[in-house]
C-alpha cells in the first residue's frame, strides 16, 4: 500500500504517467486506483479538488456534500484527469470519464473504471470501452484479466473475449508467451477455442510450463485434437516431460493409440499418480501389473518407484517383501519402501522408528508421516533425545511433530 501511495503522490505533485508509475504493470493501476484514495484520506491538501466535465469544471469542496460548477480555467493535464478518475466521489470519476475518452494513456483507468462499484460510472465507462477499437484492448490484456476477479469486472474480459476471438491470429498469439500466468490462460482458452495450436505445439507447451492448470489444458487438448499422424509426437513429447500430470496424461494416451505395453516402464515411475495410470493402462490391455511389480522389486536399486508400487497395487503379504528394503542402501528406495508399507497398512513403529536418524531428510519426513497416527506408541523420552539441539535440523524436526501428535512437551533446558 505504502508503494501505491507514493505513486498517487507523485503524480499529485505534477509528474507524468510514465514517470509517476509502472504504466506496463496491470497491478500498478489498480494499486493507483486504491492508493490515490489513500491519499484524499490521509493528504487532501495534495489531491487537486476538481475534475472536468465538457465544458466544465467541477470543484470537490471538502466541506460540503456536492461539487459546485465553475468554468473551466484550462485544459486538465493527463496527470490531473488521472487523479480524477480514481477520485473517492463517484461524481468526480464519472466527471473525469468524459474528458478520458480517446486518450490512449488513460485507457488503462477507463477499464479500471468499468468495474466500478458506482454504477453510472461504470455504465459511462462501459460505453466509452465499447467504442474503443477491437486492437485497443489486446495490449491491457493483464489488467483486464485482473479485474476480472471483482463482482463487476466481467464486462471488459468479456469484450476483450470477444475482440480476440474475431480479431488477428497474432493479437492471440502475442499474449501466449507474455503477462501474467492468469493472462496466459486466458489467451490459451481463447487460442483453443479458435483452433490456432496443433497438437504437437500444445503438447510442447504442457510439457515445458510450469503453470499447473495450463498444463492440464494443454495436454488435455492435444490428446482431445491428435489425430492418426500427430499421435507419435504428442504422447512421446507427454510422456517425456517432467511435470508428473503431464506424464500421467501421456501415459494414459497410451491406452488410445493402442501401446498399452509401454506403460510398463512407468509402473515405477517416482509419481504415484503417472504408476497409478501405468497399472490402469497395463489392465486395459490384459497385463496385470502386481507380478512386474515383484519382479522389479527383487533388484530396486533399478527401481525404485516399484517399492512403492507394489504397495500401491500388492497383498498384504507383499509387505514382508517390502520390509527388508529398509535397510537398503539407497535412499530412493528406502524413501518409496516406506511409502509402500503405508499403502498396504502394513507400518510398524519398530521397523520405522529408526528412520527417524536417517541420513536421508526425505525418509526422515516420510518415516515421520508415516509414525503420526501411532505417535502415542512412542516413548517420550526417546523422542526428547531426538528434539535436542545437538540433533540435525530434520531429525528434530521430526521429533517435535511426534512429540506434539502424542500430546506431549518437548525438551527442556
Known sequence: MAADWAAAERLARGLPLREALDVSCARSWVGLDLGVRVLAWESPQLLPAHAWADGRRLRWDWNTPLPSVRLRDRPPSESELALALCHPDGRIREAALGRAAG??????????????????????????????????????????????????????????????????????????????????????????????????????????????????????????????????????????????????????????????GEARGFLADRSAPVRACARYVLRQGGVDPLPLYRALCAAPADHPGACAGLGECGVPGDAETLLPLLDHPLPAVRLHTVAGLRALDAVTRERLAPLLDDPSSPVVRAATRALLPDAGGLSPQWLRDRAAADRPRPVRVAALRLLRAAGHSGPTG
Open 103 to 260: 486518450s490512449p494513456a488513460l485507457l488503462p483507468l477507463v477499464i479500471v473504471r468499468c468495474a466500478d462499484w458506482a454504477e453510472p460510472v461504470r455504465e459511462r465507462a462501459r460505453a466509452l470501452l465499447s467504442r474503443e477499437p477491437a486492437t485497443a484492448l489486446a495490449p491491457w490484456a493483464g489488467l483486464v484479466v485482473l479485474l476480472s476477479r471483482r463482482t463487476q469486472g466481467r464486462f471488459a474480459l468479456d469484450l476483450l473475449g470477444r475482440a480476440l476471438s474475431e480479431g488477428p491470429a497474432a493479437s492471440v498469439e502475442a499474449l501466449l508467451g507474455g503477462g501474467d500466468r492468469a493472462t496466459r490462460r486466458f489467451a490459451h482458452r481463447v487460442a483453443l477455442g479458435r483452433a490456432l495450436l496443433a497438437p504437437d505445439r500444445l503438447a510442447r507447451i504442457a510439457a515445458s510450463t510450469d503453470d499447473t492448470p495450463l498444463q492440464d489444458l494443454c495436454a488435455d487438448a492435444a490428446i482431445a485434437s491428435m489425430g492418426a499422424e500427430d499421435q507419435e509426437a504428442v504422447v512421446n513429447t507427454l510422456l517425456a516431460a517432467g511435470a508428473p500430470r503431464v506424464r500421467a496424461a501421456g501415459v494414459t494416451a497410451l491406452r488410445r493409440t493402442g501401446r498399452h
